[in-house]
């Protein structure tokens, strides 16, 4: 029989490993999750381990604005509080919560901090999951509300988003103070990708308890420049780029404001049932070039992720 | 492929310098950078040419289905990853019919696959192959299947049987149009390669186990087919994926002969089927054959090969036009913006997410964003004015409010001058439109 050639790559550089959640036999109360430490390139056994853990984060909002119709249908009355949310998720197997604290925007509701802390709280009381915890978007407010969830979540080991170049302080500040990890977001560019971590790193942030998000672009809206960022970051970081090596965040749910979800398409068969495949098949390309943790918004696109990882050999 | 060195050894050295190159080893190094033929030495020997000619072949051998303008064409890739410069052949989808359908069950197959064609940023995307599947047993059922398949439709074909007898039966009504043949593998290849021979056809190889199909590769060389497609038979996401990793990475990083050829791949009918598909179209499928392709999941499918697929060296552009977000009437603001399409999806989603009706302007940029096709002189006042005039803008509204991107404030005053509207200057990111468009509403 002829002899294949073992096309192995020879990588020296692996991807961290971070823990996050906390146990109470650590401080904390809730269940942990192990994201990273790849040594290969995504789901190649036979340059890697055999398993890999990707951690599925189901998203909530305190508030309802940015929050698609069919996503507000699939989960009905449990939308309008974070909790209820939180705990439908749990129900539907995430491994984490992503909690947006959207109603503490200064433009729209403008909750307060202590308000936005509460929710927090009342979220970690009802849900044993880790959680990623992100602010309204708006840079002044968010410093405020991070440095008080950071305070009141103490020793949970949250992951906090998201620390840009333009303002990482607040959120590193709250991370480090407290024992949680923060996300280092940059916009489609491994130079960024990696501008933010030796910021985050420079300013005192562990590089054990910083994650990239680069930005994942949704299907037919820029996935592909998506893919690639996604694919050199992790190629880099296994060739040895130091900075490169810390777990990556995706969130899928932009998938949402593609028209192909919201609108009919002749011939294109049911819209609810291709929008699970638009946000599906956004995960599945993240997955394919590097993500450790995806953000989702729909159960049904969770469900295919889980196959997916499940499918490609990795642990969901 | 060959270092310059290697390739100098094999030729006749008389530097005559009608090849154009000063020198032999001139000539070597332009052939090793692809940028001149062999044919272009008149002295080259026989035994030179065919040392030089196979080494020299793609990594990855193209194969052409079909024929006329009815053709796929599969393979000549050259890149593990697309960042590296690009993926040429998009992976071709098959959907499969068998000769056990009725008239009925046939028709509507065929007109569901018809149907699975959009139009998507100035691009069609389609189905492109139909598959006729033997499981009659029977050679002339097959054949007048095929036949009757082959009437009703112009796509390029794939005859899926493992009998070579009827398989013949079966070509000789359509070789004309050269389908692809599936399948040989051990139990059948040499009969099947001499089907494939006979008719000049491509032949798909089937084997689970890659040693094997690089095996059978061999053996249907010898029996003088050459245009071969693998097909490594996963079972799992996880062997297809791997399997078409090392296939595609031996080819090219070794330059293994045994494997230098596209992959078909059949996936099932189920979820974990169509991300087996999905998988593919990113990583190294050549054609993918489908028992049954629902319309709600073709169209994401067919967008993330369009998204793959991409050139990273030529964005995709948007038609530029003007382009009504939420319902504007004649009292409703243009607001402009590149042809570059992430920039263009950007400030769309961000527009709708405003409700407030616009008139979206896409000015042509050859697809580059706002501050790049400003700084490169593409975007400009003149520019501006020219694509308000080509789509009618200033007669669709009368309000005479052109917004810009913050970006390009200084425009302002030119931007004036040319199209004689009111400028208003919108925010820098595009994030920001929404608490934009709200404000200068209320």
């Known amino acids: 029989m002829a002899e294949v050639p073992v096309p192995k790559e020879k990588w020296t550089g692996s991807i961290g490993e971070m823990e996050l959640g906390c146990t109470e036999a650590g401080g904390g109360s809730r269940a942990t999750v192990t994201v990273g430490g790849n040594k290969g390139l995504p789901f190649l056994s036979f340059e890697d381990g055999p398993r890999r853990k990707i951690a599925l984060a189901g998203s909530v909002s305190d508030s309802l604005e940015d929050v698609p119709q069919a996503i507000r249908a699939v989960f009905g009355e449990d939308v309008n509080d974070a909790v209820s949310w939180a705990k439908a998720w749990k129900a539907k197997g995430a491994d984490m919560i992503c909690l947006h604290l959207t109603s503490t925007n200064p433009e729209e509701r403008n909750a307060s901090t202590e308000s936005a802390a509460d929710t927090v709280a009342a979220v970690m009381k009802a849900v044993d999951l880790p959680l990623i915890v992100y602010g309204s978007g708006h840079e002044e407010k968010d410093a405020k509300v991070m440095e008080k969830v950071g305070e009141r979540a103490k020793g949970e080991r949250l992951l906090l988003g998201k620390a840009e170049e333009g303002g990482y302080k607040s959120v590193a500040a709250a991370g480090m103070a407290n024992g949680h990890a923060v996300i280092g977001f940059s916009n489609l560019d491994i130079n960024l990708a990696k501008q933010i971590v030796i910021l985050l790193t420079d300013y005192g942030v562990g590089k054990k308890d910083v994650v990239i998000d680069p930005l994942m672009a949704a299907l037919g809206m820029g996935l592909e420049y998506s893919y690639s960022v996604n694919e050199r970051i992790r190629i880099a970081a296994l060739a040895g780029d130091a900075m490169l090596q810390v777990p990556m965040i995706c969130d899928c749910t932009p998938a949402w404001k593609a028209r192909e979800v919201t609108d009919e398409v002749p011939n294109a068969g049911e819209t609810a049932e291709r929008a699970i495949w638009w946000e599906g098949t956004t995960a599945l390309a993240a997955l394919l070039s590097g993500a450790d943790i995806l953000v989702l918004g729909h159960p049904d696109a969770m469900t295919l992720a889980r196959k997916a990882i499940s499918g490609l050999g990795g642990e969901d | ?442």
């Not at chain 2, 793609?58 to 052409?64: E, K, Q, S």
């Not at chain 2, 692809?180 to 089937?206: F, I, R």
């Not at chain 2, 036009?321 to 399409?341: E, H, K, Q, R």
Request: aromatic letters at 6%; glycine letters at 6%; a positive charge.
């Open chain 2, 1 to 442: 492929m060959p270092t310059a060195i290697e390739i100098f050894k094999h030729l006749p050295k008389k530097n005559c310098g009608e090849c154009k190159n000063p020198t032999c080893l001139a000539f070597a190094m332009q052939l090793a950078n692809n940028k001149a033929k062999l044919d272009d030495c008149p002295y080259l020997s026989d035994a030179g040419r065919n040392a030089l000619a196979s080494s020299s072949a793609p990594p990855i051998r193209l194969v052409r289905v079909g024929s006329g303008k009815n053709v796929v064409d599969m393979g000549d890739e050259t890149e593990l990853y697309r960042h590296d410069k690009r993926f040429f052949h998009p992976t071709a989808l098959a959907l499969r019919v068998n000769d056990m359908m009725s008239a009925d069950e046939l028709g509507k197959k065929l007109g569901h696959a018809r149907s699975l064609r959009f139009e998507r940023v100035g691009q069609v995307l389609k189905l492109d192959m139909i598959e006729a599947e033997c499981r009659s047993g029977d050679a002339t059922k097959f054949a007048s299947f095929v036949q009757s398949v082959a009437s009703m439709t112009d796509w390029p074909l794939v005859l899926r049987c493992k009998d070579a007898s009827i398989m013949n039966a079966a070509v000789a009504v359509v070789k004309d149009r050269r389908p692809l043949l599936h399948g040989a593998d051990e139990s059948n290849v040499k009969e099947m390669a001499a089907v494939a021979k006979g008719a000049s056809c491509p032949l798909v190889l089937c084997s689970a186990d890659l040693g094997r199909l690089a095996d059978l590769v061999e053996m249907a060389r010898k029996e003088g087919v050459e245009d071969l497609v693998l097909d490594p038979m996963p079972a799992t996401m996880k062997e297809s994926l791997e399997r078409c990793t090392v296939i595609r990475r031996s080819a090219i990083r070794k330059t293994f002969r045994g494997l230098g050829f596209p992959i078909y791949l059949s996936t099932p009918a189920t979820q974990e089927g169509t991300l087996m598909a999905l998988t593919a179209v990113m990583k190294y499928g050549s054609l993918l054959s489908f028992d049954e392709l629902p319309s709600a999941q073709a169209l994401p499918l067919m967008v993330l090969r369009q998204n793959i697929y991409t050139d990273p060296q030529v964005p995709i552009q948007v038609k530029a036009d003007l382009y009504p977000v939420n319902n504007p009437g004649p009292d409703a603001p243009i607001l402009f913006t590149t042809n570059f399409s992430l920039t263009y999806f950007t400030v769309l989603s961000d527009i709708e997410k405003s409700k407030v009706p616009v008139w979206l302007q896409v000015i042509d940029t050859e697809g580059l964003s706002v501050l790049t096709s400003y700084s490169a002189g593409k975007l400009t006042a003149e520019a501006v004015q020219k694509a308000l005039l080509a789509s009618n803008a200033k007669e669709r509204t009368t309000k005479g409010v052109l917004i810009i991107p913050g970006m390009v404030a200084r425009m302002s005053v030119k931007l004036n001058e040319a199209t004689g509207l009111k400028i208003v200057v919108g925010p820098k990111e595009s994030s920001g439109i929404p608490k934009f468009l709200r404000s200068m509403n209320g």
